[in-house]
């Protein structure tokens, strides 16, 4: 066996001697925490951590403490929800009295939530980790318990540090810079498209495959800009673009098509908007790979970055909004200073 392997598996329960890991989880609700209601339909955010941990069977393999941060179905969590788990998340880190961090939430937006924390965290001494379950507890087969014990053990483990934040789902691990939900209830919900989980968990041992690459950290604002996502799609009028532009978001990000392009009828909309002073970052709708001036006619993304736009490449229209939106908050308009916020 290997050194790695030897300490992979020497981690998978403490020795005699050795002293628990201190693993603190922070409740937010969802599908995880989900019960039936008067209906049969499931409630989000009924069941406490507390009821959620005591399934397991993690007794006496850590030391592990609950704290409902709040508890909301994820379609309710937003820039203010994010700005108070990161300010929890950092009093916990630095408190140094805590070897790892569980955030259990919703499915529906938690790579949102699990990003805007991998923005902001410093994790080369705390790993946080984020997970979910595609299933309610109460149903056949459910994977929440599955998946948060298998959450917790990869917050207990130091191959877990420095990787920025990650999500663990389905035994796989993923970092929050690509992960994405593929499945609407699968249970191999989540995916990284492309690039493949950064390592996996098996029998309570992680995995570390490939370490994952991670943008500048930013701070963690009072407030954050308006940026909203402007979806490119085949055959789009002039009026969809301009209606978003009117009514007056801080930024916009264009979703473009394969390279960045947009809709031939956007390109003089956007043109205009840039000419007036506009923030608009272009991103790309396909599942993974980068954006590129590859191309010159009208509405590509070589026309878009010439009249003041600027590309965003490997992140999701979703991820690229909150990025937008941190940048701006940290170094206002200036667009030298916002782009390089992107950089890899």
Request: charged letters at 15%; one cysteine or more; glycine letters at 10%.
């Amino acid at each position: 066996m290997n050194k790695n392997s030897q300490e992979n598996h020497s981690k998978k329960i403490p020795g005699r001697h050795a002293a628990l890991k201190r693993v603190v989880l922070l409740s937010t609700g969802g599908t995880i925490a989900s019960a039936p209601g008067s209906d049969g339909r499931a409630v989000a955010g009924v069941l406490s951590g507390e009821d959620l941990l005591a399934h397991t069977g993690l007794e006496g393999l850590m030391e592990a403490r609950v704290e409902s941060v709040f508890q909301k179905a994820s379609n309710a969590i937003g820039p203010a929800q994010w700005r108070q788990l990161a300010e929890k998340c950092a009093q916990l880190i630095h408190s140094k009295q805590v070897d790892g961090i569980v955030i259990t939430h919703g499915t529906d937006t938690l790579e949102d939530t699990a990003y805007y924390l991998h923005c902001v965290l410093d994790t080369s001494q705390v790993p946080v980790i984020v997970t979910g379950s595609q299933r309610v507890p109460q149903a056949m087969g459910s994977d929440a318990y599955a998946n948060l014990r298998q959450a917790m053990e990869l917050a207990a483990s130091p191959h877990a540090r420095g990787q920025g934040v990650l999500v663990s789902f389905n035994q796989s691990v993923f970092s929050a810079g690509f992960v994405r939900k593929v499945s609407s209830y699968q249970l191999n919900g989540f995916d990284a498209p492309g690039l493949g989980p950064a390592g996996m968990l098996d029998e309570g041992c992680f995995h570390l495959l490939q370490r994952p690459r991670i943008q500048p950290l930013l701070p963690n604002p009072a407030q954050l800009p308006r940026v909203d996502i402007l979806p490119a799609y085949g055959g789009a009028e002039a009026a969809m673009a301009r209606a978003v532009l009117q009514s007056a978001p801080d930024a916009l990000v264009v979703d473009g098509l394969g390279r960045g392009q947009v809709p031939l009828a956007w390109a003089p909309v956007l043109a205009e908007a840039l000419e007036n002073g506009a923030i608009i970052a272009v991103c790309s709708s396909t599942l993974h790979g980068a954006t590129h001036e590859s191309y010159d006619y009208p509405g590509s993304l070589h026309e878009l970055v010439s009249a003041g736009a600027f590309n965003v490449s490997h992140l999701s229209a979703r991820k690229a909004r909150i990025r937008l939106a941190l940048s701006m908050a940290a170094y206002g308009k200036d667009i030298s200073a916002i782009a390089a916020a992107f950089s890899w």
